[in-house]
């Protein structure tokens, strides 16, 4: 029912926003828009509906893989599970362009292909890589996330950040990764499809190659969409639909290759239990990622896997609040660091755009003079 209102509230908005941009003639008519909004009330938007929306990801995926059928069975065909994830998503965007989301431009498909291809793979050697590292070791290196992304927005865009930029990241990078190092001894992983994890202290180089590729992966993705709103100016939607069609194709291969595909559609039809909660869980997702390429749109890579990045770690903060988990000295500290790298990022964010609206000024001034 809440994912259902959700859905009802995003179309709801976007056809305000729509109309409010433009009618027949592309005037601006009153009303309400988005676009008008402040950035930091859209960030605030954008980061609650990342938040809110897979929170819920993430309990229902727990419920599929925890599923035990009459006899013990259990589902696990997780590049099916992708291959939905990534069709539904292509769906739900589709159902907006259909609906007027549609920028007119020319689409260039071959980047669109590179960046849904890079995302899927990122995907699975990360979860390929829990079968030969243990979890923390994963969680360690996804949680430096941010490292490859503005490395990778150098490399391929030529994208300047300046020294303030740097340390932020770095300081978020380091306090995610000293919280999660000193937070105790933790389990192995519960499951990837069904699997667990490799229990900690036997790394192997080839699980930790893995998770390096999954990194640059994630920095090819973040560098790509970056450069393709250079290239030309796609809704929300168009982002949303493009990436996921790639994605789906590039899945589409694999799980008819893996056999995973009738496999999972056979597991499905004889357990419709796990299909309801398994549409679920793709809708969630769905208006998750409706919420990333909104990030992406209005700000950029590095701000989406801020906002990514972060969002585990304040759900951690939020679980110990509200349940009175501990913390030791050191997590402490790791929380005050990340505290200080997003509040030195947003700080730098706002004196940027004061100098901008100054400079801007000053300069009409003299146009006046």
């Not at 829990?130 to 941010?146: I, N, R």
Request: hydrophobic letters at 45%; a positive charge; charged letters at 15%.
């Amino acid at each position: 029912m809440v994912a259902l209102v959700a859905v009802y509230a995003d179309w709801a908005l976007y056809k305000r926003a729509n109309k409010c941009l433009g009618g027949k003639d592309g005037k601006k008519v009153a009303g309400f828009s988005l676009e008008a909004l402040p950035s930091e009330l859209k960030l605030l938007i954008c980061a609650g509906g990342i938040y809110a929306s897979y929170l819920t990801f993430g309990v229902l995926q727990e419920q599929i893989f925890k599923y035990r059928g009459p006899q013990g069975e259990r589902f696990t065909a997780t590049l099916f599970l992708l291959w939905v994830q990534c069709l539904v998503n292509a769906l739900f965007a589709l159902c907006f362009m259909v609906g007027g989301s549609r920028s007119k431009q020319k689409i260039p498909l071959f980047n669109f292909g590179l960046t849904g291809t890079s995302y899927i793979l990122a995907m699975l050697f990360s979860n390929e890589a829990l079968k030969y590292v243990s979890y923390p070791t994963q969680a360690l290196g996804k949680s430096c996330k941010m490292v490859p992304v503005m490395l990778f927005g150098v490399l391929i865009r030529g994208k300047k950040y300046r020294p303030v930029e740097y340390f932020c990241v770095f300081l978020v990078t380091l306090g995610i990764t000293m919280f999660q190092m000193y937070g105790g001894k933790k389990k192995a992983a519960p499951a990837v499809g069904g699997h667990g994890g490799k229990e900690e202290g036997g790394d192997s180089i080839y699980g930790v190659l893995l998770l390096l590729l999954s990194l640059v992966m994630d920095g090819v993705t973040g560098a790509v969409q970056d450069k393709l709103k250079t290239l030309c100016k796609p809704t929300v939607h168009e982002f949303m639909f493009y990436t996921n069609t790639a994605g789906v194709l590039v899945c589409s291969v694999l799980v008819v290759a893996t056999g995973q595909f009738s496999e999972g559609l056979s597991f499905c039809m004889d357990h419709p239990a796990l299909f309801s909660t398994m549409c679920w869980f793709s809708l969630t997702s769905a208006l998750g990622q409706n919420f990333i390429f909104l990030t992406i749109k209005f700000f950029d890579a590095l701000v989406l896997t801020t906002v990514t990045t972060t969002r585990k770690f304040f759900t951690i903060l939020v679980s110990v609040v509200m349940y009175g988990h501990s913390l030791n000295n050191k997590q402490w500290l790791a929380v005050l660091l990340v505290f200080f790298g997003l509040s030195g990022e947003v700080y730098d964010k706002y004196e940027k755009k004061r100098k901008a609206q100054h400079a801007k000024a000053l300069a009409g001034g003299g146009k006046k003079d």
